[in-house]
């Protein structure tokens, strides 16, 4: 089955400054790949996504590269704000259709320090 | 958007008693319902799968015995932890398949104490 790996587990970076969350994955199957945002008590929050057909989308201050050949993937947040402090998880499927899972990283908690 | 609507938000329950927990899909037809649990500061891990209609598909290591999954609708899946104990306090998080543009989506999740 598939493997989701994340690093680093913590990260604690300035506000305004910029920050890197990377994550691995092992089936190479897997064509799509969203990152969620998860703040205490509540559930998980789709922040941006990437299918495998692309190698990098942006949304504003977050973006998401996409390196099939590795098997990699990662989030990026610039300018970050306070905020944006909150758990980040990457996940992997092999697509949204009925019947296949998401697999997790293991999460990054981020802090942003005003 | 799409959204999954989750309930009970809390709830506390004592040893020994089954605890029902459920998630409606409100704007889409939710064909398929994953059941995570998430312990402190771990991540989220997949118990079970359900499909509307069928029996559903449980990880290895999860009792299917114990946590009771029902996803007779295609709006409305439950799962029911029977026979609760203080291992089985966590925060349990639903979600499903919500189509191209929305991805899956999650239910707010459910935070069980057993005491």
């Known amino acids: 089955g598939e493997n989701v790996e994340q690093h680093p587990s913590t990260l604690s970076v300035q506000e305004g400054d910029s920050a890197v969350i990377k994550c691995t994955y092992s089936d190479s199957a897997s064509n799509y790949f969203p990152w969620y945002k998860q703040e205490l008590g509540k559930g998980p929050q789709l922040i941006i996504d990437i299918r495998s057909n692309v190698g990098e989308k942006k949304d504003q201050r977050i973006a998401v590269t996409l390196n099939k050949t590795a098997k990699h993937f990662s989030l990026h947040i610039t300018e970050t704000q306070p905020e944006d402090s909150a758990v980040y998880f990457c996940?992997?499927?092999?697509?949204?259709?009925?019947?296949?899972?998401?697999?997790f990283g293991g999460g990054t908690r981020l802090m942003v320090k005003p | 958007g799409a959204v999954v609507s989750q309930h009970p938000s809390r709830v506390i329950c004592k040893s020994g008693t089954s605890v029902k927990i459920e998630c409606r899909s409100l704007?889409?037809?939710?064909?398929?319902m994953f059941w995570y649990r998430q312990f402190p500061k771990q991540s989220l891990m997949l118990m079970a799968t359900s499909n509307e209609g069928s029996k559903a598909t449980y990880e290895q290591g999860v009792e299917k015995d114990k946590f009771l999954i029902n996803h007779a609708s295609l709006t409305l899946s439950t799962l029911t932890v029977t026979s609760a104990h203080p291992e089985d306090s966590s925060f349990y998080i639903c979600?499903?398949?919500?189509?191209?543009?929305?991805?899956?989506?999650f239910g707010s999740g459910t935070r069980l104490t057993v005491v």
């Open positions: 996940a992997a499927s092999r697509g949204n259709n009925a019947g296949n899972m998401l697999t």
């Open positions: 979600s499903a398949p919500s189509g191209p543009n929305y991805g899956y989506t």
């Open positions: 704007d889409f037809q939710a064909t398929t």
